[in-house]
């Protein structure tokens, strides 16, 4: 049996029924996932992972689109290899972890005027929770999915356990306290997106708040218990009492109605093009993450 063909049994045996089948159909999948394996070796020649292991972490995190070769396209191959041979606890990829993309941390920290002590903490906190499991179940870094850049996910998970703090602290956390909106991504990095979120600061929020009434109650719950309260896959799983997969899936496709939501209710306020549309829609995704902690953690009940 061909390499390519030990690849996509090792990655099929990883999918349930409906995207097994949706799989089989599509006959570039040995080829497509034979590309992740060279891409992610490529960035990280250093790091030892089997290319079995590698697939099957890709598919477990599929969220189900009707073209899975569409979906791999959409994978970032050397941030997923990087984050499954971390989770599994490769040394030479912790070390890679710690230069290349612990200082996230402290950038969106700083950026948010946070105190060194509390740089500090923070920092200590997401290597943690990130880098430790919690039996029985993995290191929260298991749960990137390689969709959007592992650095902006760490930053993310920064500000995520920064709030954390502040609230633990018995600080109050204002919800229209924009310091928390622009410490994920850094959009003075990217001029355009600077300009759009200047220009549509209030109807972004608008649009984003009005999107995120129209979830069920589950999908605001499991949003919330990911991106503010940290729970991992796993544990959201044993908190429904359903497979990790399952919950996973929960996650990702709330955030996605999200993100699909806020993108009808923006194509209703503003009159604009469909090019500056997708422009803008480019700032609500990299920011989704952070907008989902900020909304959600100032209408926790319990705060």
Not at 48 to 69: D, I, K, N, Y
Not at 265 to 270: A, V
Request: glycine share 4%; net charge neutral; hydrophobic share 45%.
């Amino acid at each position: 049996m061909s390499d390519q063909a030990l690849l996509a049994g090792a990655f099929m045996a990883h999918l349930d029924g409906a995207l097994r089948d949706a799989a089989t159909a599509e006959a570039t999948l040995p080829a497509r996932l034979d590309e992740l394996v060279a891409a992610a070796r490529e960035a990280w020649p250093g790091i030892e992972l089997a290319p079995r292991q590698f697939v099957a972490r890709v598919a477990e995190r599929l969220s189900g689109q009707p073209s899975v070769a569409s979906e791999l396209a959409q994978v970032r191959a050397a941030d997923m290899y990087l984050a499954c041979a971390c989770a599994l606890g490769d040394r030479a990829a912790l070390v890679e972890f710690e230069r290349g993309y612990l200082p996230a941390v402290d950038a969106a920290l700083i950026r948010m005027r946070a105190g060194g002590d509390n740089v500090d903490e923070v920092r200590q906190l997401v290597r943690h929770k990130l880098l430790v499991a919690v039996p029985p179940g993995e290191p929260k870094i298991a749960d990137y999915a390689g969709r959007g850049s592992l650095r902006n996910w760490v930053r993310a998970t920064a500000v995520r356990t920064y709030f954390n703090l502040l609230r633990k602290h018995k600080r109050e956390l204002a919800p229209e306290d924009d310091r928390m909106l622009d410490a994920l991504p850094d959009v003075a990095d990217d001029p355009e997106l600077a300009h759009l979120k200047n220009t549509y600061r209030d109807e972004l929020k608008a649009a984003f708040e009005a999107a995120l009434a129209e979830l069920t109650d589950r999908e605001v719950n499991v949003l919330r218990h990911y991106f503010v309260d940290d729970l991992t896959i796993d544990q959201i799983g044993a908190l429904y009492r359903c497979h990790r997969v399952t919950a996973f899936r929960w996650v990702d496709r709330a955030r996605d109605k999200l993100a699909r939501r806020t993108r009808k209710r923006l194509q209703g306020r503003l009159q604009v093009s469909h090019t500056e549309l997708d422009s803008i829609m480019r700032l609500v995704q990299s920011q989704l993450d952070l907008s989902i902690a900020r909304c959600l953690g100032a209408s926790d009940p319990t705060d």
